[in-house]
């Protein structure tokens, strides 16, 4: 599985971005997708995630204002992040599972074997 993510950029705090992280190779409907970030000298943190039978969970820096989402048809996974923070300033990640049809999913990122490069957000 290839993960590529896409949509990050710079925003004054209070807008949004949308965050888009699209699956080659075997992608499965079955498996745990999720969005971690990090920042310089801390460890990535699990901020939301999406299972198979789409049950979604958030961190609770972000519950209310992000949403995951996935489009199984496009092979696609994306984070709409709405007022956004200057903490929310970060490198995003999206990871994927070896379709284990777990639900919720695991925040942690050592349960994720599959990881794109990350898309840098700014939020000033």
């Known amino acids: 599985v290839q993960l590529v993510e896409s949509g990050g950029g710079s925003v004054q705090a209070g807008g949004s971005l949308r965050l888009s992280c699209g699956s080659s190779?075997?992608?499965?409907?079955?498996?745990?997708m999720a969005w971690f970030r990090q920042t310089p000298g801390k460890e990535r943190e699990g901020i939301a995630a999406?299972?198979?039978?789409?049950?979604?969970t958030y961190t609770d820096s972000v519950k209310g204002r992000f949403t995951i989402s996935k489009d199984n048809a496009r092979n696609t996974l994306y984070l709409q992040m709405d007022s956004l923070e200057p903490d929310d300033t970060a490198m995003y990640y999206c990871?994927?599972?070896?379709?284990?049809?777990?639900?919720?999913?695991?925040?942690?990122?050592?349960?994720?074997?599959?990881w794109g490069q990350g898309t840098q957000v700014t939020v000033s």
């Open positions: 990871a994927s599972d070896r379709s284990t049809r777990r639900s919720p999913c695991p925040h942690y990122s050592s349960w994720y074997p599959y």
């Open positions: 999406i299972a198979h039978d789409g049950r979604t």
């Open positions: 190779g075997d992608y499965d409907s079955r498996n745990c």
